[in-house]
């Protein structure tokens, strides 16, 4: 039974990554906004199992209450107060999509570097039997990252004032 549960958990782990990896790629592929956001979503959602997974089931319920459930919700309704007739939305895929790939490429060939030289020096091991911490994630949240929450609100409020001025620009040139 217990050999069954693992190989569950690898097969779950396999497909959450999967399909994350997929919705990232449609985030830069997709050109209509609303497809976009319902992406990133699956993306962020996806994110969350694997995190629930791999036991930081606190920083899985973030994932998906903070994210998934107020900043998405929020760009979704920044979306739906744009305007769906932009010619921009037209295309099916994105001008980004080659350079996307290629940062893509970058970060995949980094990330196989530091694996291969953790596995060297067994530092992965190392930190993966120490664990995981309410406590230290709260004192470096609330100590150190404290300021970058903070503007990071700021930023989405400025977004959406932008989108709004934005979108009261268009309505007076065009009637």
Known sequence: ?????????????????????????????????????????????FLGGIYGLLGVHFIAAFQVLIYVGAVMVFMVYVIML??????????????????????????AGLLIRGVAADAGTGAAAAGAA?????????????????????????LLLAAVVAAIAVIRANREDHG
């Open 82 to 107: 744009l305007d769906p007739r932009d010619p921009a939305t037209r295309r099916r895929f994105s001008g980004l999509v080659i350079p996307g790939v290629a940062v893509a490429a970058v970060v």
């Open 130 to 154: 120490r664990g995981f911490s309410l406590a230290e994630f709260a004192s470096a949240f609330l100590n150190k990252y404290w300021l970058h929450f903070e503007l990071t609100s700021v």
């Open 1 to 45: 039974m217990t050999w069954l549960l693992a190989n569950l958990e690898t097969i779950l782990l396999a497909i959450f990554g999967v399909s994350a990896l997929v919705g990232g790629v449609l985030v830069v592929m997709l050109r209509q906004p609303m497809r976009v956001a319902m992406a990133l979503i699956s993306t962020m959602i």
